[in-house]
């Protein structure tokens, strides 16, 4: 009996399918951005940005960001959410997992204070599907050695 082909998503694809749905979970009003940390094909951690728990979402009190006119890419301490990334690597260490050695996918390219933060974090990879207008982050990345690639949309 022939059973019909099964398309099935390479790895990178799937993972990135899964920061996509997470980044779905997002209550920021600027940009919905997930991250998931990933370690010998197993998922250890997600995370999307928004508001921490128990603070209100920017949805119910409004974006300082947006009243204050800032562009993305600038005075990230003037925001009261954290990062998909951030909230990943928060995740991991409140559960205790370790993510060294991890590969982090996440659906924009990351800030240089999360950059700061993947790097002592001990991720070896970051695969990325959209852009973030932060030129120091990815020279942290390069000079740190944690590798980079950017995939596109399927």
């Known amino acids: 009996m022939n059973s019909p082909s099964i398309q099935r998503p390479d790895w990178d694809?799937?993972?990135m399918r899964i920061a996509e749905l997470v980044s779905s979970r997002s209550t920021c009003l600027r940009r919905h951005v997930g991250a998931v940390l990933v370690k010998e094909k197993r998922i250890l951690s997600t995370g999307y940005n928004g508001a921490p728990s128990g603070i209100s979402h920017c949805k119910e009190v409004g974006c300082i960001r947006e009243k204050l006119?800032?562009?993305s890419g600038e005075r990230h301490e003037l925001c009261r959410?954290?990062?998909a990334e951030q909230n990943a690597i928060i995740q991991a260490?409140?559960?205790?997992?370790?993510?060294?050695g991890s590969i982090l996918y996440i659906t924009?390219?990351?800030?240089?204070?999360?950059a700061k933060m993947i790097i002592n974090a001990g991720i070896g990879e970051i695969i990325i599907k959209g852009s973030y207008p932060d030129a120091i982050s990815g020279?942290?990345?390069?000079?740190?050695?944690?590798q980079v690639r950017i995939i596109s949309n399927k």
Do not use: M, Q, T
């Open 13 to 15: 694809e799937y993972f």
């Open 69 to 71: 006119k800032i562009p």
């Open 81 to 83: 959410g954290l990062h």
């Open 93 to 100: 260490a409140y559960h205790g997992v370790s993510i060294k």
């Open 108 to 114: 924009c390219h990351p800030c240089s204070v999360c």
């Open 139 to 146: 020279e942290l990345l390069k000079e740190a050695g944690v």
